[in-house]
């Protein structure tokens, strides 16, 4: 696993409130290209980029190129089974009383889902565009210290 060589240029250029280049930035990880080679891709391939990417956004550009992609469910022993990739989609919590889903601290699902984060996982490593690459170990660490849960789960790998 490597960190796209434009990671630190394309994240501070799409840094957004409410969104981001994560999700992209996975993409270029599984793919071994850099977030702009995804970014064209992405648009070859018709799929609008608002600024942030969802599940189904993800899923699509990885089928279409060519990978299987699985939902999975949260079990932290498909992680290190094997080599494929995860795609670990993390909920930052709110500050609101209510932190449970769909509101996870925040006012509304809507503004919940604004606050959320993509980061993969290989092989013991994990990778977030914003903080490189660490150990699977220090995973739970990172999540306790930016107050965030991981909801949900595709498991990515070409047969």
Partial sequence: MEIPVDCKE????YHID??????????AVIENISIQEVLDNWKKLGIEFKG???????????????????????????????NNFYILRVQWIGEMENKEKPFYG?????EASANTHFILVMDLKVFCNETGIFEYSHLFNYLAENNGIITSMLEVYKE
Avoid at 18 to 27: E, Y
Avoid at 55 to 82: H, T
Avoid at 106 to 110: G, I, R
């Fill in 18 to 27: 409410n969104g981001g280049i994560c999700g992209q930035s996975c993409l």
């Fill in 10 to 13: 394309m994240t501070e250029k």
């Fill in 52 to 82: 942030y990417s969802g599940w189904k956004q993800l899923r699509d550009y990885l089928k279409k190129r060519g990978f299987i992609v699985k939902q999975r469910r949260m079990s932290f022993l498909n992680l290190i089974s094997n």
């Fill in 106 to 110: 925040w006012s509304f699902w809507t």
